[in-house]
Every structure is written in C-alpha cells, then in structure tokens.
C-alpha cells in the first residue's frame, strides 16, 4: 500500500524559511513524479512543483519560483521542499502526491502538514 507522509510544517516568521519532508513508501517510484501542493480551506488545491523521481528534473509554478526548491533523495524514497523567503501568504496546508510520470493524474496524496508565516 502506497504511503506518503509529510512532515516539517510549523510556524516560522515572514522571510524565513523551512524544509518540508515526503517519506514515500509501498512500491517503486522510479516511474513517477512527485509534486507539492498547498491548499487554504474552502480553495482550490494548487500546484507548487514536481520531479521525476528517475531523471530529477524538475518544474515550478511561477508563485514559487526562485524560493522553494523541490529535491529528491532515492536512498531514502524522500521528496523535499525547501521554501525560503517565506510569506504570509504562503500560510497553507502543503500536500505531497504522486503519479506515474505519463499521466497527469496524481493518484496518490499524503495527509497534509501545516505550514504558518507570521508577519
């Protein structure tokens, strides 16, 4: 059985910054991406950033590009987020999925962590 599992949120101040975990787990995950999301209740789910898990290459969402950065390690079946420069508004539940990398489906979701920027 597929797990994702977030960890790393909290509470930070405007322009700091954090490193969000996805332990991955339940199958190989050579053929999928790995994406981060971040929703406000009440919104749409929005894309943050994804990885190949086997090429490494990555794509951005322009809100975020230039301060989080998204890394994967295969030994340890971890996908990261490093977010810098935060924001107030960067204030949001951040999410970490998967799928196969010839779909646009992310079929798998982890449960969510907390990300807060005080002002």
């Known amino acids: 059985q597929v797990q994702l599992v977030e960890s790393g949120g909290g509470l930070v101040q405007a322009g700091g910054s954090l490193r969000l975990s996805c332990a991955a787990s339940?199958?190989?995950?050579?053929?999928?991406?790995m994406g981060w999301f971040r929703q406000d209740p009440g919104k749409e789910r929005e894309f943050l950033a994804r990885?190949?898990?086997?090429?490494?290459?990555?794509y951005y969402a322009d809100s975020v590009k230039g301060r989080f950065t998204i890394s994967r390690d295969n030994a340890k079946t971890a996908v990261y987020l490093q977010m810098n420069s935060l924001k107030p508004e960067d204030t949001d539940e951040y999410y970490c999925?998967?799928?196969?990398?010839?779909?646009?489906?992310?079929?798998?979701w982890g449960q969510g962590t907390q990300v807060t920027v005080s002002s």
């Open positions: 999925a998967a799928r196969i990398v010839t779909t646009n489906l992310w079929k798998y």
């Open positions: 990885i190949s898990w086997s090429t490494g290459s990555t």
């Open positions: 339940g199958r190989t995950f050579s053929s999928y991406a």
